[in-house]
């Protein structure tokens, strides 16, 4: 018995060695296949003095439903909405994986949306349905995080990595006077953002402004609340003398900021960053924290929402250059790539932090 | 056609002496077939209610959706007939998708990628069936452990990365754009009903198939019977690892996306699809229509929530509850039943 699965099983593997030995000489590889780049939407002429329609469906994907922070963009986008008298609805997957959003686009196709706003789990997995949205008619923003650039019209960004990390060494040369040992407290080694942040925010400190300010060393907490306390600690017991942390993570500066707020530096120490105003209202309130920054959510889904329905309107085609009006936010630009930015970062302090409930 | 169910309920139906009558009120309670109405009243349903549901677009659409834990249903049907389960197929799915991937990367023709990713399906269903039939642990420890494993050697291969540029000469064949000429069927779809029937055959007229339903009713039995027990339950391990690793490769073209973590969570769809079909837990009962209906069910079932805004937290609720009602049901059948033939018989109940 055991020598003739044997016998099977080097039939079996022959019989593939052989596929791949015939399959190696010639086959579609990697460098072989051309990419499409096909550029979508963009055909329409933009008529910029079109009105808004009125009635206009939206729908907001988010990555997962009850992410907190995607519900205050959403909610505030379908406020947008009423404003210029559309409608819109929040629909999505409970877990934020790579294809859970596609049956949920193929769904508001069918029920005929004037636009899709999504957060992308996976910039690919969704491509072919919003592709399949777009030519029957329905407008795609994406927001908070973008789709391959040719399976949208729009992007929402945010705000552009360069105002992050220059601005939150701004904020902080300002809080310690241009003085001083500073240290930054990011998340994993390998993160994107977080390392474009941390190269501008290094670009920054070549300024003249910030020749006494002298940044000492880049700790990882991984995004982990334990691991960026007991870098936190690290960082003090190696530069006692340290004036100012930097922690463009939300996990980070909570972390830090609640050791901080236990031990003898408090006070002393400046932590700036980027946090939610809930995880930092409390070191606000007893002064471990001065200010932090963070993009107001409710922004971002406000001009997402005037941003689908100036496209919806005929109002813009994505192309750069076209303008369009975002309520109470203003005009806004649409810049290379469809990429539309929200703007400075907000900064939460003792005196605006109340406001906000995210 | 012969299962082992069927003999028994037409053996019930003979003893309290309804005959042709008893045995096609018996068909009619089988939970099977209940499920099988259950689906063409949703659909029916569907059609008059929602619009957009009836589109050939959607239904092409809603089959595709759900096309991979469809055909990783079928192996599954016949390993719980046996008494057996694999909980590593989404890991194997994940797996498959990241060797996709990360070879495609490395710059290997796709024609060798395929074989090699089925290669590694057979691999990891070998190890499964060692497992469970040489070291003689239960499938359900080995397969929780190997669910771990795999999706970790599929983190290890791709690492968090997404790969994405798969050639369209193969990936159109598996979109929900492209169907049959004339039909709302997909090619993945067509695939799957071509493999579902011979999954039929096997299981409902073939001796292979009455083997299952013995070892999955009296392991012992069945071994002093002849039959070669553990050479079919590794048998069985290995045909699921090849296709939970082809679904891999599907998933893979159908989303444009290879990344370590696709599928997660697909083996309790495939196993929730099973038990829906009426599949004991216990091996030894059930039809591979069930299975094919229950897995149809959950899917349709899910894109008519969808289309009318039902949110996730209630969908996930609608199956659970299906999914009670079809382990509880025919329980609570065979008690009622059990108990009006023992009191037709005169013995105290």
Redesign the interface.
């Known amino acids: 018995?055991m020598l003739r699965?044997a016998a099977t099983a080097a039939t079996?593997a022959a019989a593939?060695s052989l596929?791949?030995a015939l399959?190696?000489c010639?086959?579609?590889?990697?460098?072989?296949?051309g990419?499409?780049s096909v550029k979508s939407g963009a055909t329409a002429k933009a008529d910029p003095d079109a009105p808004l329609k009125k009635g206009l469906k939206l729908a907001f994907l988010p990555k997962q439903?009850n992410n907190p922070y995607e519900k205050i963009v959403d909610d505030a986008g379908i406020a947008a909405a009423l404003e210029y008298g559309g409608t819109g609805?929040e629909?999505?997957?409970?877990?934020a994986?790579?294809?859970s959003q596609?049956?949920?686009i193929?769904?508001l196709i069918?029920?005929?949306q004037d636009a899709i706003l999504v957060a992308a789990n996976?910039?690919?997995?969704v491509?072919?349905p919003l592709k399949?949205a777009m030519k029957k008619g329905i407008k795609v923003v994406a927001y908070d995080s973008d789709t391959?650039k040719d399976c949208r019209q729009l992007f929402i960004n945010q705000a552009s990595s360069e105002q992050i990390g220059r601005s939150l060494v701004q904020h902080l040369g300002e809080q310690i006077g241009h003085k001083g040992k500073i240290a930054i407290l990011s998340a994993t080694q390998n993160a994107t953002n977080q390392n474009t942040w941390i190269g501008f925010m290094q670009d920054e400190l070549k300024l003249p402004k910030y020749k006494d300010m002298k940044l000492v060393k880049v700790a990882y907490g991984d995004d982990a609340d334990q691991k960026s306390f007991q870098q936190t600690q690290g960082l003090m017991q190696a530069y006692p003398d340290l004036k100012g942390i930097i922690s463009p993570t939300t996990v980070g500066i909570a972390a830090a900021a609640r050791y901080l707020s236990d031990s003898s530096y408090k006070g002393k120490v400046v932590l700036n960053g980027l946090g939610t105003p809930n995880q930092m209202r409390k070191y606000v309130k007893d002064g471990t924290v001065g200010q932090f920054s963070l993009w107001n959510p409710e922004e971002l889904g406000h001009l997402g929402s005037y941003a689908a329905a100036a496209l919806a309107s005929g109002q813009i085609t994505g192309a750069q250059g076209e303008k369009f009006k975002a309520g109470r936010l203003g005009e806004y630009t649409v810049g290379k790539d469809g990429e539309v930015i929200l703007g400075e970062p907000t900064v939460f302090d003792r005196r605006n932090i109340d406001k906000f409930d995210f | 056609m012969g299962t082992a169910a069927e003999t028994r309920e037409a053996a019930d139906a003979a003893r309290s002496g309804k005959g042709r009558a008893g045995r096609v009120r018996s068909m009619a309670l089988r939970w099977d077939t209940a499920v099988g109405v259950l689906l063409v009243a949703v659909i029916v349903v569907g059609l008059g209610s929602t619009?957009?549901?009836g589109?050939a677009?959607?239904l092409a659409?809603a089959f595709n959706?759900i096309v991979e834990v469809a055909v990783i249903a079928l192996p599954m049907t016949l390993l719980v007939v046996a008494g057996q389960v694999d909980l590593s197929v989404a890991s194997m799915l994940g797996l498959g998708s990241a060797l996709t991937g990360a070879l495609?990367?490395a710059?290997?023709?796709?024609?060798?990628i395929v074989?090699?990713v089925l290669?590694a399906g057979?691999a990891g269903g070998l190890l499964n069936g060692w497992l469970v039939t040489r070291v003689g642990l239960p499938s359900l420890a080995v397969t929780i452990g190997t669910l771990a494993l795999y999706r970790g050697l599929a983190s290890v291969a791709l690492g968090s990365d997404?790969v994405?540029?798969?050639?369209?000469?193969?990936a159109r064949w598996t979109?929900?754009?492209t169907t049959v000429p004339g039909t709302f069927l997909t090619y993945p779809v067509l695939l799957f009903a071509v493999l579902a029937v011979i999954t039929a055959v096997v299981l409902h007229a073939t001796g292979f198939g009455r083997s299952l339903f013995a070892i999955g009713s009296q392991e012992k039995a069945a071994y002093f019977a002849g039959i070669?027990v553990k050479?079919i339950k590794?048998l069985l391990f290995v045909v699921t690892g090849l296709f939970a690793s082809f679904t891999g490769v599907l998933?893979t073209l159908r989303?444009?996306?290879a990344?370590a973590?696709?599928?997660?969570?697909f083996e309790m769809l495939v196993i929730a699809s099973v038990l829906l079909g009426g599949i004991d837990f216990d091996g030894g009962k059930g039809t591979l229509f069930g299975a094919v209906a229950g897995v149809l069910l959950i899917g349709v079932l899910?894109?008519l929530l969808?289309?009318n805004?039902v949110?996730?937290?209630v969908q996930?609720i609608v199956t659970g509850l299906l999914l009670v009602a079809s382990v509880l049901t025919p329980r609570v059948i065979a008690a009622v039943v059990g108990r009006r033939h023992r009191r037709a018989a005169g013995t105290p109940s």
């Not at chain 1, 629909?91 to 877990?95: E, K």
């Not at chain 2, 710059?107 to 060798?112: I, P, Q, Y």
């Not at chain 2, 994405?164 to 000469?169: E, L, S, V």
Request: overall charge negative; some cysteine.
């Open positions: 018995m699965t079996a593939v596929a791949l399959a190696a010639s086959g579609t590889t990697k460098d072989s296949v990419k499409d439903i609805k629909v999505g997957p409970s877990d994986g790579a294809s596609v049956s949920y193929n769904t069918q029920q005929r996976d910039p690919n997995a491509c072919g399949q391959a | 619009d957009g549901f589109s677009e959607n659409f959706d495609w990367n710059g290997w023709a796709f024609e060798t074989p090699v290669l057979v997404a994405t540029d798969f050639p369209d000469t193969y979109v929900d754009t070669r050479r590794l998933f989303y444009g996306s990344r973590d696709n599928g997660l969570g899910k894109n969808t289309l805004d949110a996730n937290e996930v």
